[in-house]
């Protein structure tokens, strides 16, 4: 089992990380901050702006089982790329679309991956690629939130839902887990 690392930063890493851990290949998916230029960032440093990090996740996936090609079609249908330095009503720069590669190869897979997803739509994608810098894991009680707290949180039963129903209409073949 061949084992690569994705870092995508979507919005609010709950959103993406429940979206990931339902996805066939995704072995471990980590919520964290990078692309910033605070040490140890908290959350609350973070959700104030001023660290220059993104909410980022981890996306540790087997490639034998899917590709980062395949990744990264995933993260651009399951999130609005269009917006800039935000998600819906999560509005700044932590909010960012954003993909920082692991090296050279993954670099030149999101700029086709951006190409692909811009196929077919009126508005510019406003995703970034951004060097990886340093990963600082979001505090233990935001890892596998939606599994937890999150489906009591009525933010994240309005937003993610609808985000693995997407996930679960387009990409059929790579989901975990038919059940809602």
């Not at 993104?54 to 089982?65: L, S």
């Not at 510019?124 to 233990?140: C, M, Q």
Request: aromatic share 10%; net charge negative; hydrophobic share 30%.
């Amino acid at each position: 089992m061949a084992q690569e690392q994705a870092t995508l930063a979507g919005g609010c890493f709950w959103c993406t990380e429940a979206v990931f851990n339902d996805v066939i290949g995704v072995t471990k998916v980590e919520s964290g901050y990078t692309g910033g230029n605070v040490a140890n960032p908290t959350y609350k440093q973070v959700c104030g702006g001023d660290t220059g990090h993104a909410e980022a996740i981890r996306v540790t996936y087997d490639t034998d089982q899917i590709s980062y090609d395949d990744i990264l079609d995933i993260f651009f249908a399951t999130h609005d790329p269009t917006q800039l330095n935000r998600q819906g009503n999560d509005i700044g720069t932590q909010y960012r679309s954003a993909i920082f590669p692991h090296d050279a190869s993954q670099e030149e897979a999101a700029r086709r991956g951006i190409e692909r997803a811009q196929e077919g739509r009126a508005e510019p994608i406003v995703t970034t690629i951004e060097p990886r810098g340093e990963w600082y894991p979001a505090e233990d009680y935001h890892q596998d939130y939606w599994s937890g707290e999150g489906q009591r949180n009525p933010y994240c039963l309005a937003t993610i839902p609808p985000k693995i129903q997407k996930l679960r209409k387009s990409f059929q073949n790579r989901v975990k887990k038919a059940e809602a």
